[in-house]
């Protein structure tokens, strides 16, 4: 999860405890401006409201957009006159989604995102399996689901 990630990392960085390999940017080029930049990310990402969507309601969110987009677009009037005020939960909302399965749920939709797009990379939507080549280092992009393990034996 990139939120536990981030504050983890900025974390054991501000507080000296991390190693050069975990975070490059911090040994190698330090700044007051960087160290600035990440106590206050840190204090924002602690107090930030977190949701986790699944890919339904990430999709879901996405085709929202796309719609309030397009009638935006249609009546030459930004997006927020249609809106209108939006509340959020709290001062920093942080939300994180699969962003691989959002990209198949746009392409599969035609979303007008993906319209100069060709057909996403390996999903447990396809009956194609991955590349070869993508095949071969999968394990160090992401955990893989069981529908993508059958897929990759079968390489």
């Known amino acids: 999860m990139l939120y536990k990630s981030l504050i983890s990392l900025y974390g054991s960085s501000l507080a000296g405890k991390s190693a050069p390999k975990d ?13 600035q930049f990440r106590v206050y990310a840190l ?10 969507l699944d ?7 996405d085709t929202l957009h796309d ?3 397009k009638q935006a677009e249609e009546a ?16 920093v909302v942080w939300v994180e989604f699969d962003d691989r399965e959002l990209g198949v749920a746009r392409f599969e939709r035609a979303s007008p995102v993906t319209r100069h797009d060709e057909k996403p990379w390996p999903s447990a939507h396809y009956d194609v399996p991955p590349p070869r080549e993508f095949a071969s280092r999968r394990s ?5 689901r ?9 390489l």
């Open 76 to 91: 030459g009037v930004p997006a927020m006159a249609i809106l209108g005020e939006v509340k959020l939960p709290a001062p």
């Open 146 to 154: 069981q529908a993508d393990t059958d897929k990759t034996a079968e």
């Open 43 to 52: 204090d924002a990402l602690q107090q930030a409201k977190v949701f986790l």
């Open 140 to 144: 160090d992009l992401c955990a893989p």
């Open 67 to 69: 719609a309030v987009s």
């Open 55 to 61: 890919h339904l309601a990430a999709a879901y969110t």
């Open 23 to 35: 975070d490059l940017i911090w040994h190698f080029t330090p700044s007051d401006d960087l160290r």
